[in-house]
């Protein structure tokens, strides 16, 4: 029998799981973002609004999170077991993962106009299914890997197969609301920042430049963000606190921006809020996976990728058909936005009840050996604060 290892190996062959898992990225999350731009050729050929053409995009954004058919079943494994791989690296590799997000968006925006343009909305979808396949191999690269904090034995019942008690534990139930409320948000922009620009006065091709600009935000942050959390400077859930209250911030100036006027027009501060927009909610992402082995333990880690998937397609299911809605009575998008930075802003002030979600400096107590992650252990940097006293009165505290 093999031993199991003792942590994360922290590299191996969890970089090919990682390519794997950036492939899936993109091939699922940065093709929905650029689904958005077929949506009014979609209202048009069958005469309805924009309310009930964002339910495309809704009902796939639910069932891919709710883990239940197609994208879902390789997503929420990818990140699970790229999660296993890593640990001093874990964010950096969780971002580098998610930036086939970006990559796919900046990419797959203008091909799908040129698509739409040249064989319609029917041939361009069939075309987009046909790239899809490509997550067939990205499947099979994703080893399970066997860790000492994992069960003794598999679940025996359905319940804690889908791992609800981990519910039971205060900090995640939190966070689980949180990600609950920024979900009903989070997603707007990804079925209605096209529409939006479209409405705006921008062309076919500036609606999916607005589009590809937050794509090359999002993707550049992530790996920011993802070296960031991995320093150990900031904890993790104060990160989540502050990029999370960034994003709500980048969808409600995206709401704000003043209308372009003309399809020859550039849109700047469209463009401006878009590349803003894309940047927070890049750097959003790769924390909320990243911060999962902390709250959970390794051995779990897997079961919560998926349920804060689930729970994020509720907000997801119901965010966009609001934000259809909104628009069919208002007459544009300005309102759809405002209103879904609210449920952002609402999710991240939740995330302030994590533990070290907040600063505090109180003595601490001194370094030792890091214990196994078994959930609950949120990383804390230490932090040499000089006194008034002289370089003789350093001392260690927790902030």
């Known amino acids: 029998m093999t031993p199991k290892p003792a942590g994360p190996p922290d590299g191996g062959w969890g970089w090919v799981v990682a390519a794997a898992a950036f492939a899936v990225n993109g091939l699922s999350y940065g093709l929905l973002r650029s689904l958005g731009l077929a949506l009014p050729d ?20 639910a069932v891919q999170q709710a883990a239940s058919s197609g994208w879902a079943l390789v997503f929420a494994p990818a990140l699970g077991t790229l999660s296993r791989y890593f640990s001093r690296r874990r964010v950096l590799a969780v971002g580098l993962a998610l930036t086939g997000n970006g990559a796919s968006s900046l990419l797959l925006a203008p091909a799908l106009q040129f698509l739409l343009d040249t064989f319609g ?17 990205c499947g099979a690269l994703l080893r399970p890997l066997a860790l000492s904090g994992d069960p003794l034995a598999p679940p025996r019942t ?46 076919g091709y500036g609606a999916a430049l607005v589009v590809a600009v937050a794509a090359v935000g999002d993707a550049s942050a992530r790996l920011v963000s993802g070296w960031l959390a991995d320093q150990g400077w ?23 921006v003043p209308t372009v006027g003309t399809e020859e027009g550039w849109g700047a501060p469209l463009l401006a809020a878009a590349g803003a927009y894309g940047l927070s909610a890049g750097s959003y992402a790769p924390l909320v996976f990243g ?5 959970v ?73 890091p214990p196994p992650e078994r959930g609950e252990l949120l990383p804390v940097p230490q932090v040499s ?10 001392r260690d505290t927790t902030c």
Do not use: N
């Open 42 to 61: 979609l209202a048009e050929h069958f005469e309805r609004s924009a309310q009930d053409t964002a339910w495309v995009s809704a009902l796939a954004l």
């Open 121 to 137: 909305w029917r041939g361009a979808l069939l075309l987009l299914g046909a790239v899809t396949l490509h997550l067939t191999p």
């Open 291 to 295: 911060v999962l082995p902390g709250l």
């Open 234 to 256: 900031v904890p993790l859930p104060r990160l989540l606190v502050v990029f999370g209250s960034l994003t709500g911030l980048g969808v409600l100036a995206v709401g704000l």
């Open 385 to 394: 604060l000089l006194s008034t006293g002289g370089s003789s009165s350093i």
């Open 297 to 369: 333990g390794i051995g779990g880690v897997v079961q919560a990728t998926g349920l804060v998937m689930m729970l994020m397609s509720l907000g997801g299911l119901l965010g966009p058909p609001l934000s259809g809605f909104l628009r069919d009575k208002t007459g544009d998008f300005s309102a759809s936005f405002l209103v879904c930075s609210s449920f952002i802003l609402s999710g991240s002030f939740i995330y302030m009840g994590l533990p070290r979600a907040l600063p505090s400096c109180r003595p601490a107590s001194p370094p030792a050996t």
């Open 158 to 203: 359905p319940l804690a197969a889908l791992g609800l008690g981990l519910f039971r534990r205060p900090a995640f139930s939190v966070f689980a609301l949180g990600t609950a409320l920024i979900g009903g948000g989070y997603f707007v922009p990804y079925v209605h920042l096209g529409p939006h620009a479209l409405d705006q006065g921008m062309g």
